[in-house]
């Protein structure tokens, strides 16, 4: 309790603190916490068509984005990883790709894809890879030689050598590039919703800015916040349970 | 006895470094045998061009059998930790049907004294503990050799005793051939049935000895017994221990059999 009050009161203060400046100021630019809340609950509790046609999809491009960059990264991340040949002709050009900031993508993909779904995902996926896919050949390339002999005495068959050691012994490092791609993705799925789709979070924002409706802009800058902290806490606790055979702290272990 | 293991004029360079020069030797099933030499001398070459994890620059070795097992120096880095201890002895066993690799392992982990420790982490264990577990899961195995590298290097003097005594009587109670390379000398005769003494660069067998000591050896009184003293302080003078001038090796062992003769017969 201690802990949970440590915790948030930083930030409920400074939640009144908005609220009472918000309300001395009286600006439509901006809006105290009470009213934002009041403009939440017109738009989609007493709405819900909009969470049904602009949240959920958000959500679903925002996930479907992360996990398909999620299950190419750490593949793709594996093999380059485990070859040194494979990673000297791939390294130059995963650095050029790296470098490219995504947004600059959006109207490439939009005439790729003609906006839309494939779009707004393929915005996503070649945002978020990058993070997952460096730590994941970062991570394969950790497992050490006592491990890699280990294997090769035992001759375990391939499948179980990259499941059973490489993917064990990379997940510390591909859990952090997954945390980082996750919160990449919720940014990207708001660019690539700005233009071209009158559908999503983003889209619905913009819409808001245009009709000067600053209150419900507020509400979904703060519904992205809390879609934000939401998915990282809920990715923190698979991390958790995935990587509980993790040494805790060193008085635990025996010397 | 039929041989376990032929090793037939192996050698290995690194570039133009040449770590050990046309090695020939057996190893006998059942048997003991100790490879001892000072550090770096080739000994981990040795080792693993034995266990095929690096292929020789010529010569062959042949293992009359199907698989062998590794025991390393560095069980912290051998062993996973991402498995429970029972999960590590069950690690090279998964071809094997779920209810056959369970009992193996049980087994195994019952030679070593580890039955309670099954389901903990390795990381929970003390080193010598851990050690037992990578022992355990290479008897699991069931490996027609079993290696060891330098096994018992990482651990307390007391523990090295300990883990000493506990691999004559595994090996004992079931019929193990075991190739163990060390750098300790007293560790090399202690164990041993047969001790092939490795020195100069690069590395060539100096010496294949027989252990004159009984099977059932014990720290205090082994270590003791007046064999025991000759054969550690030859193979000491045969690695030069102290750095006396080399002895036209020959020679000096004729001297030493009559010396030997006359402590035994005195």
Redesign the interface.
Known sequence: MNKFLQRWTVFAGLVVFWQLAGMAADDPFFPPPSDIVSAAWEWWVLEPQNVTEHILPSIGRLLSGWAIASVIGVALGVLLGRSDRAMDYAGPLLVFLRSIPPPALVPVFLLLFRGGTSMQLATIIFGVIWPVLLNSVDGARSV????V??S??????RH?WVL??VL??A?PKIFAGLRVSLSLSLVLMVISELVGTDNGIGSQLMQAQREFDYTRMWAGIVLLGVLGYGLNTVLLAVERRALA???RSRD???? | MSNMLEVADLGHSYGDYEAIGGLTFTVRAGELVCVVGPSGCGKSTLLRTI???IAPSRGDVTLNGS????V?Q?YQ??L????TVQGNVE??L??LPRAERRSRAAEALAWVGLSAAAKK?P?????GMQQRVAIARALA?RPALLLMDEPFASVDAQTRFELEDLLLRVRREHDTTVLVVTHDIDESVYLGDRILVLSGSPAKLVADLEVPLPAERDQVTTRTDEAFVALRSKVARLLNVGGKPTLDVDKWAAAERESLSETVSS
């Open positions: 050490d030689v006592t491990k002999d280990t090769a005495v035992f001759r375990i068959p179980q059973g050691v064990p012994a997940s055979w993790q040494p635990e272990q025996h010397a | 266990s095929g994890l698989h062998l097992a590794v390393f560095d880095r051998s996973f930790p991402w498995l690690f090279p998964r071809s982490r990381w929970q264990l003390s080193g195995y």
